[in-house]
């Protein structure tokens, strides 16, 4: 027995609600849970006043079995200037030309578009939501490309305009990786566990060329958080809250360096014995020592 009334027979319910969906049709943006990742990164960053305007963009590719036979589309493949053979087949969300980061927090559906490598590993089409991708979709590609293969946990990849940030690009003294990483990462006592190789530092290329993607790519693999000249930093992540994590380490080192300068101090960091001390505490010592070997931008011996 049983109190809850009689239902209607199975056959009688609605097919709407016992239908699994169509595998024909394209992926829908409410399956991907990820895309509130995006929107909360999206949310801090605008906080932060990171990405102003539309500053800034966001990517974060996916695994493909989700959408297995579920990726029908209509739209034509767009070739890619460059090719990316670990991404055939692969998913990747990416926030949309002339977005702002304010507003995707609120509406991620409407600011982010999904799309799909296509086999080829040279073009991509299409599947859901936002369709005019940033103009660095490229390079977002050729970025993901490298870290599928250096660091295949890194799925994500955030750009954004920390102004801290770009200000340590206009001192000539830290155009240079190792300086940049040392003088900063040595201004509080944890920073350097969570870079242990350090941050990179890349001169000027024009805002949305394929040859600053290309050349962040290049950077990548050695270090994940870069500093783009007098333009913005790049950090890939483990997920979107990962690279930010990154990115919020760096920053609070740049704030630290600054507030010393404005206050006529000039800024030592960490005695070497204790940072040393610190990363080998956490079995990080190795990767420290190692960060700067057959490195093309390598200036001189620790
Ligand atoms: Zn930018």
Redesign the pocket.
Known sequence: MTDHPPGPPDHESPPDLISPPDPESPPDLGDVPELQDIALTCRRLAELGWSEAT???LSLRLDGGRFAGRAATTATPTDLPVEVPRLAGRYLLITGSGTRARDIAVDPGAGVGLYRVCEDARSYVWLAGNDHPTSELPSHLAIHDVLERVRPAHTAVV???PARLIALTHLPEMRDARTLSDTLLAMQSEARLHLPEGIGYQGFHP?GSLEMGLDSARHLQRRPVLL?HM??ALASGAGPAGALDLLEVVDKAADIYWTLRSSGVAPTGLDEADLRASLSRYGKLDRYLAAFTDDPTDTGAR
């Open positions: 500053g800034g963009n750009h954004t305009h805002p783009w333009h913005g």
